[in-house]
Nanobody
Framework: QVQPVESGGDSVQAGGSLRLSCTAP????????MDWYRQAAVKQREWVAR???????GYRDSVKGRFTISKDKAADTVYLQMNSLIPEDTAIYSC???????????????WGQGTQVTVSS
C-alpha cells in the first residue's frame, strides 16, 4: 500500500508562511480524496483540510481563511499553503488518501511519516 511522503515543514515566526507538500505515487489515478492532519505535542491527531477528486475543498474552522489546499495531478502531489501562522499551528503534519464515492476500491493510503511545523511567538 502507498505511503505518502510529506515535506516542507520548518520553524517560522508567528505571521509567517509555509507550503507543505504531500506526494503519493498513483494518487491521481485512484480518484480519491487527500486529507491533511496534524498532531501537536500532548494532543491527539486532528483533521486539517481535504481536497476531493473534483477539487472541492474543506477546512477545520481554526485554519479557515489562512490555509489553502491544492493539488498537482500530474505530479500526484497535494499542497497545503499555510499563511498567518500562529503558535497553535505547531504540530507534525501528515497526509493520507481516503475513499470517496467514485474512487477506486481500497484506495486509502497508509499514514505518511509527517513533517514538523514549529511556529514561535
Amino acid at each position: 500500500q502507498v505511503q505518502p511522503v510529506e515535506s516542507g515543514g520548518d520553524s517560522v515566526q508567528a505571521g509567517g508562511s509555509l507550503r507543505l507538500s504531500c506526494t503519493a505515487p498513483g494518487f491521481t489515478s485512484t480518484n480519491c480524496a487527500m486529507d491533511w492532519y496534524r498532531q501537536a505535542a500532548v494532543k491527539q491527531r486532528e483533521w486539517v483540510a481535504r481536497i476531493n477528486p473534483a477539487g472541492r475543498t474543506g477546512y477545520r474552522d481554526s485554519v479557515k481563511g489562512r490555509f489553502t489546499i491544492s493539488k498537482d495531478k500530474a505530479a500526484d502531489t497535494v499542497y497545503l499553503q499555510m499563511n498567518s501562522l500562529i503558535p497553535e499551528d505547531t504540530a507534525i503534519y501528515s497526509c493520507k488518501t481516503n475513499w470517496v464515492p467514485g474512487g477506486r476500491r481500497n484506495c486509502a493510503s497508509d499514514w505518511g511519516q509527517g513533517t514538523q511545523v514549529t511556529v514561535s511567538s
